[in-house]
T-cell receptor, first 113, second 116 residues
């Protein structure tokens, strides 16, 4: 069975600094998708970024980028120029074709001014 | 475009009562997912539908839980009878699954359920 592991329950960063959230996964599939979702205190689940496993190029969305290492089954999220509004719980998620999401336990990110 | 709409946003009820959670997926999406979020277990899949047909219900905890999708624009998750351990946030999500790739899932705002 596929699993997703986030080894950092909590992380903190100062405004304007860069922070990296870690995620590893386990799968025997070759075709799958990886995601980072943000959940602020309002409890909305907001898609931050996604990566298709067949793409070697790392996905980027403005200040958010990933480091996708397929052989190592690693999928970290880098947030550059951190802002107060980035404070939230971040979930790494995995999905193979036509299936539901499997989530990690989440990392709570706090941002200080 | 309207996102995934869930109702109610909050539900507080007494143990033993029937609870019905509702979800309207994004128009045009053909897959619908119900997830539950608790402190202990995190986010976990309960059931998902593709073209209104249940595909995977292995996450449904027990017979007290049931889910239906009578048409492409509506789904319900019912708990009968409810128990305090059912207290959680329940999310509905939808996506478009098609040949050549899956679109990401879009989540509703969730229903916070409290069973007293």
């Amino acid at each position: 069975a596929q699993t997703v592991t986030q080894s950092q329950p909590e992380m903190s960063v100062q405004e304007a600094e860069t922070v990296t959230l870690s995620c590893t996964y386990d799968t025997s599939e070759s075709d799958y998708y990886l995601f980072w979702y943000k959940q602020p205190p309002s409890r909305q689940m907001i898609l931050v970024i996604r990566q298709e496993a067949y793409k070697q190029q790392n996905a980027t969305e403005n200040r958010f980028s990933v480091n996708f290492q397929k052989a190592a089954k690693s999928f970290s999220l880098k947030i550059s120029d951190s802002q107060l509004g980035d404070a939230a719980m971040y979930f790494c998620a995995y999905r193979s074709v036509g299936t539901a999401l499997i989530f990690g336990k989440g990392t709570t990110l706090s941002v200080s001014s | 475009d309207a996102g995934v709409i869930q109702s109610p946003r909050h539900e507080v009820t007494e143990m033993g009562q029937e609870v019905t959670l509702r979800c309207k997926p994004i128009s045009g999406h053909n897959s619908l997912f119900w997830y539950r979020q608790t402190m202990m277990r995190g986010l976990e899949l309960l059931i998902y539908f593709n073209n209104n047909v249940p595909i995977d219900d292995s996450g449904m905890p027990e017979d007290r839980f049931s889910a239906k999708m009578p048409n492409a624009s509506f789904s319900t998750l019912k708990i009968q009878p409810s128990e305090p351990r059912d207290s959680a946030v329940y999310f509905c999500a939808s996506s478009l699954v098609q040949a050549g790739g899956n679109q990401p899932q879009h989540f509703g705002d969730g229903t916070r359920l409290s069973i007293l």
